[in-house]
C-alpha cells in the first residue's frame, strides 16, 4: 500500500511540475516580449540618432510625392558625411530647382549601401542623382553594420546573398536573419500605448 501511494504522490507532484513549467514558460515569454515592446518605444524615443535617421528616411521615401520636373539629390553616407555636410547649407548653394534630401546611418559601408539602396528602390525612391560618401576603405569592405543593419536598410531577400558576401557562420546569419524578422511597426505601438 506504501508504494501505490508513493507512486501516486509521485505522479500527481509531475503534474504540479508540468503545469508550473508551463506558467513559468509563459511568464518568461511574456516578459520576453514586454521587454521587447518596450526597448523598441523608448529606443526610437530617447535615441536621438534613431530619430534624425527615421525622419531622414520618411522624408526621402515621401519625396517621391515632389512636384514632377524637381529633380532629386539624394546624399547617402555615413558619419563622415554627417559631420562633413550641412543639408541646409547644401541646399543654399545648389540650383533652387533642385531639391536635396539626406540620409545619413552612422557606422554604414559600401555593402550596407548597396543593399539599402535595393531596398530604397524598391519602396519607390526615385531620385534623379545619388550621392554617396564613403572612405576608399569603406568602399572596399566587406562588413555591414550587422543586426541594425538588417532590421532598418535590408530587403528579406537580399539577406541570404548579404550572408554570402559578408561570410558571415550560421549563427551570425540567424541572428542577421531574426533582427530583420524580429522588427515591430513602431508607428503601431506608439498608437496603441499614446
Do not use: C
Not at 503545469?19 to 524615443?45: H, K, P, Q
Not at 510625392?65 to 539624394?74: C, H, K, R, S, Y
Not at 572612405?135 to 536598410?153: D, I, K, V
Amino acid at each position: 500500500m506504501l508504494s501505490s501511494i508513493s507512486s501516486s504522490e509521485k505522479i500527481h507532484a509531475s503534474a504540479v511540475f508540468d503545469s508550473f513549467t508551463i506558467v513559468l514558460l509563459a511568464l518568461a515569454a511574456l516578459s520576453l516580449a514586454s521587454v521587447e515592446i518596450f526597448t523598441r518605444i523608448a529606443f526610437d524615443r530617447t535615441s536621438r540618432v534613431a530619430q534624425r535617421e527615421t525622419a531622414q528616411r520618411r522624408a526621402l521615401l515621401a519625396a517621391k510625392e515632389l512636384v514632377a520636373g524637381d529633380p532629386l539629390v539624394v546624399v547617402l553616407g555615413n558619419s563622415l558625411m554627417l559631420n562633413g555636410v550641412d543639408p541646409q547649407l547644401l541646399s543654399q548653394n545648389m540650383s533652387p530647382e533642385y531639391v536635396t534630401l539626406p540620409y545619413f546611418v552612422l557606422g554604414t559601408e559600401y555593402v550596407d549601401w548597396y543593399y539599402a539602396l535595393r531596398r530604397l528602390f524598391a519602396e519607390g525612391m526615385r531620385p534623379r542623382y545619388v550621392v554617396l560618401g564613403l572612405s576608399p576603405n569603406q568602399l572596399a569592405s566587406s562588413y555591414t553594420r550587422g543586426e541594425y543593419a538588417a532590421r532598418y536598410l535590408f530587403l528579406a531577400a537580399d539577406l541570404p546573398a548579404i550572408a554570402r558576401e559578408t561570410h558571415l557562420d550560421m549563427t551570425a546569419t540567424s541572428s542577421f536573419v531574426l533582427a530583420h524578422f524580429a522588427q515591430l511597426d513602431s508607428s503601431l505601438i506608439r498608437w496603441q500605448f499614446s
